[in-house]
């Protein structure tokens, strides 16, 4: 059941708690002021007492002198028309909210399974807190597929309501978690749980589950670095050192960074720095970069390249040949960056270029 359906569900109890208790104190002080003006009062104990086994239609008889009148016995039928009626419309309306709900989790999970069935190569976040929510967001906008996956479920609603991601309840650092999520043909996953302990112990499970997985942690010690990078994460990023790192930033090259934010922040163009490898097969192979034309034709800026596990060259020449297993690292719009990497892969033509 999702936290809308949970909060509708608490608000219908809590109306037909209202209801059962105006019909009580309306069917008390109703029997009082009966008894009263028929000059045959009876105490507001007994008047309640009444009214209960009235809205219970448990039969006990008529226990209080003004119900043994004509107009005690009108009253008393008027009660339980009213009161019965009442109670059946609102503890029928409870049950359908419950079995709607149900059914509409259900339905709800079996389409999320499937949908998740479907992905191959995609990322797998393991916590949606304010930085796994912008891991999150980054993906999305960047067209890459992704699961979220969190304990919260409600916080995991928002973000699939606002961002339409696939995603998993559940503890990240379970292996029937990580299943669900199809980590085995995932191609990364992020550890941004709440603590080192967790991202450890997460990384471990991640990796036997899928050693060719590429992994990122989240880190607050440094002196976790290591032991994650023992047990598998490819890469960890200590949150403190990269907030530190960025208000130095902002404090010594503020337009550096407001150029990166702007660029970050934009929705309408998406434009971001990538890395495109050169795969056996792509047409670019052989070309000199000044012969591919990317500012012209792909509207793509090249910053650096760099062949296998060499250094970056910045800034490359015109004249550098296109090679197999080179990687370019370019600055260009999401959608003509996809394109460039389709190209380089080998899956698309040349003739796909505009």
């Known amino acids: ?60 008889g008529e226990v209080i002198k003004v119900a043994e009148t004509p107009q005690g016995r009108m009253f008393s039928a008027l009660l339980i028309l009213v009161g019965v009626g009442t109670l059946f419309y609102a503890l029928s309306s409870l049950a359908v909210i419950t079995l709607e709900g149900i059914l509409h989790g259900a339905w709800r999970q079996w389409r999320m399974e499937r949908r998740i069935a479907t992905l191959k190569d995609h990322f797998i976040v ?94 607050n010690d440094p002196s976790v670095v290591d032991k994650m990078k023992r047990v598998g994460a490819d890469e960890v990023v200590l949150t403190p050192f990269i907030g530190g790192l960025r208000m130095v930033s902002v404090m010594v090259r503020p337009a550096a960074v407001s150029f990166l934010d702007t660029m970050l922040r934009e929705r309408e163009q998406v434009i971001r720095v990538e890395e495109v490898q050169i795969h056996d097969g792509s047409p670019l192979i052989g070309l000199r970069l000044a012969d591919a034309q990317l500012p012209r034709r792909w509207n793509i800026l090249v910053l650096a390249y760099r062949k296998g596990d060499g250094g970056f060259v910045y800034n490359p020449p015109a004249d550098i040949p296109l090679e197999k297993g080179m990687t370019l690292v370019v600055l260009g719009e999401v959608e003509r960056l996809a394109e460039f990497r389709r190209l380089a892969s080998g899956v698309a033509s040349e003739a796909m270029a505009p």
């Not at 608000?11 to 029997?31: C, D, M």
């Not at 009263?36 to 009876?42: E, S, V």
């Not at 990580?178 to 043909?185: M, N």
Request: with cysteine; glycine share 10%; charged share 20%.
């Open 1 to 60: 059941m999702s936290p809308l359906e949970r909060r509708q569900l608490r608000r219908q109890v809590v109306r037909i708690g209202a209801v059962i208790s105006l019909l009580i104190v309306g069917g008390t002080v109703g029997y009082y002021l009966l008894g009263y003006w028929l000059g045959r009062p009876d105490t507001l104990m007994d008047c309640f007492y009444m009214t209960v086994i009235t809205l219970a239609t448990v039969g006990y």
């Open 126 to 219: 393991c916590g949606c807190g304010n930085v796994g929510e912008v891991i999150v967001r980054e993906l999305v906008l960047t067209k890459r597929p992704v699961v979220a996956v969190d304990r919260d479920s409600e916080r995991l609603v928002n973000l699939a309501s606002q961002l339409d991601v696939p995603y998993v309840v559940g503890d990240a650092t379970e292996e029937a978690t990580l299943r669900s999520a199809g980590i085995e043909r995932a191609t990364g996953l992020l550890a941004v749980l709440p603590n080192d302990h967790e991202n450890l112990f997460l990384v471990i499970t991640a990796k036997s589950l899928n050693p060719r997985l590429r992994v990122v942690a989240k880190g």
